[in-house]
């Protein structure tokens, strides 16, 4: 609105001088070539006529070729003020009257979340406060971006973060907490503006560079959030063992295995809640946990929707597994114990981190960058082919494609998979947009910044729990002395324990439709759990075994 307030002031001052200056010529022009006085009011009303094109009056036609000169271009001029005139200021003006303004209040809200500086990294938090019918709103100061979201259905307040009046009027004092994701300006003098009003806030902070975090804090952020340190270290974990296999007489991969099964857009149990997953057991199989974006849980929550960012870890028979990817749409994969070596492309924060993540746990990786540095293996070109053989590409078991461009890391994926076919590629993606091309290219599994984002905010605004990777499940053989006589319900041992039942072990063979089924004494059950979940295993029904 301001551009088009200087626009306007400078067409109407130049369009005056310049009617100023016809007036003038006009009147000298008469007298001096048409031998005809004419007052400056009457010259003006001329012009005004030839400019609008409205008509000549009593002067037209002119006997000198000097001032019929004159009086056309005084008509290309005006008709040319017009022309530029409509579509510069008289359209812009109607779409004014049109367009619905950006709301500047809104109704009173609590236990909600301020979003300040809305962009893709705070799409999936907003779907998940949606998912969870928490609500929130969206504090901008552009006019324009304000109205665009209002217009795409989201609940926003146009005014300045940094006026208190702006954050008294989306509820401050009641809200749960303000996340920012602002430049650094911005991100400062918002925060200032939330101490001095509201000190017990909850002020979360989205950097790009970790390096920033200490101005945030001293500013008074309550927390400071990298994205791209966060999707480094989901990348590394990916890679990271999540089952245990601790079993005695069930062998893994004959009588029973394990498959992860991505879920892809059109898919079934895409967009829906990620408990929706539990209908895959009507197959037999048992769902033991799920990747979602970066975390891999076992508590599968209404409040958490399946994008293209999940999958899910299913154990079955070979025919049970088979109905499962009939199911969803997809084949799935044979879970596989980690080892390594690892090829990691990348050397910014993100590939940096997903290195030493790795490291940390022991994996042996090689790192490729275009610049040497620390802990740089391979200096080059991660789209190149030679680069990516020198790495050693074409011997490793998982690459980790972690370039700072999506352009670059589809590049990157199509020749790793040109090269080594079978190797397993696990790739991050700056937006969400690219994630399908990504996988496209030949990626086993991507997961995108603004959905690392969404669920990094989520986990810190509620405090939700996930299992970490340092308490890995179990997958284990138990006697249950208590459960003798009584008919098994899988979701009740689920409640009672947290530990998931996989089959029932009766006389060496595997049952996995165990609900309704009488327990008997020398029958033994296969269950998935954390050491904490087998603790509570025991104690309720009266294992007397020992994990590792």
């Not at 879970?335 to 990348?346: F, N």
């Not at 293996?377 to 991660?382: A, F, Q, R, Y």
């Not at 050491?531 to 104690?539: A, Y």
């Amino acid at each position: 609105m301001v551009k088009l307030t200087r626009r306007l002031a400078v067409y109407v001052g130049s369009l005056f001088l310049l009617i100023g200056i016809y007036t003038l010529a006009y009147r000298w022009g008469m007298a001096t070539y048409e031998g005809e006085s004419r007052t400056w009011y009457q010259s003006l009303e001329i012009v005004v006529q030839s400019m609008t094109t409205t008509g000549y009056g009593q002067d037209a036609p002119w006997e000198t070729l000097r001032m019929t000169a004159l009086v056309v271009l005084i008509q290309v001029t005006g008709i040319a003020y017009i022309v530029v005139a409509i579509p510069q200021f008289v359209v812009p003006w109607l779409e004014t009257l049109v367009e619905p303004a950006p709301p500047t209040e809104i109704d009173h809200l609590e236990d909600h979340v301020i979003v300040v500086g809305y962009t893709n990294l705070c799409d999936t938090l907003v779907d998940e406060l949606e998912a969870s019918g928490t609500p929130y709103v969206i504090l901008e100061g552009d006019e324009d971006r304000a109205r665009t979201l209002h217009e795409e259905g989201f609940r926003v307040l146009y005014g300045d973060s940094d006026s208190e009046s702006a954050l008294e009027a989306v509820g401050l004092a009641d809200a749960l907490a303000v996340v920012i994701d602002a430049t650094e300006r911005d991100t400062v003098r918002t925060t200032l503006t939330i101490e001095a009003r509201d000190p017990e806030a909850t002020v979360l902070a989205l950097v790009a560079d970790p390096e920033d975090a200490r101005y945030f804090r001293y500013a008074g952020v309550d927390e400071v959030l990298s994205p791209r340190h966060r999707l480094g270290k989901a990348l590394g974990d990916r890679l990271r063992d999540v089952i245990s296999p601790d079993l005695e007489t069930v062998e893994l991969g004959a009588d029973l295995d394990i498959h992860e099964f991505p879920v892809e857009p059109g898919l079934d149990l895409f967009g829906e809640p990620i408990a929706a997953s539990r209908r895959l057991e009507r197959t037999g199989a048992t769902v033991l946990g799920a990747w979602v974006r970066g975390d891999f849980v076992t508590t599968l929550s209404e409040g958490v929707t399946v994008d293209e960012n999940t999958s899910v870890l299913v154990a079955g028979t070979d025919a049970e597994l088979e109905a499962v990817a009939e199911r969803i749409g997809t084949p799935g994969v044979r879970y596989r114990m980690s080892s390594g070596p690892v090829v990691v492309l990348g050397g910014g924060l993100v590939g940096t981190t997903a290195r030493g993540t790795l490291e940390r746990d022991g994996v042996d990786t090689v790192s490729v960058a275009p610049d040497s540095g620390e802990g740089i293996d391979v200096v080059g070109d991660s789209t190149d082919e030679k680069t990516l053989l020198e790495a050693g590409i074409d011997e490793a078991e998982t690459v980790i494609v972690a370039l700072e461009a999506d352009d670059d890391a589809i590049l990157a994926t199509l020749a790793a998979r040109a090269i080594a076919p079978d190797v397993e590629i696990i790739a991050g993606a700056v937006t969400g947009a690219s994630v399908n091309a990504i996988r496209t290219a030949g990626a086993d599994y991507v997961l995108a910044l603004p959905n690392v984002a969404g669920r990094m905010l989520t986990m810190r605004i509620f405090e939700h729990e996930v299992m970490t990777l340092e308490d890995r499940l179990h997958l284990v053989e138990v006697d249950a002395p208590e459960l003798v006589g009584e008919e098994l319900s899988a979701a009740e041992i689920r409640r009672e324990s947290g530990c998931t039942v996989v089959a029932l072990e009766r006389r060496g063979e595997l049952e996995t439709d165990v609900d309704g089924t009488a327990f008997r004494g020398d029958d033994r059950l296969l269950v998935a759990g954390t050491d904490h979940q087998l603790d509570r295993f025991r104690e309720r029904f009266g294992d007397e075994g020992q994990t590792e």
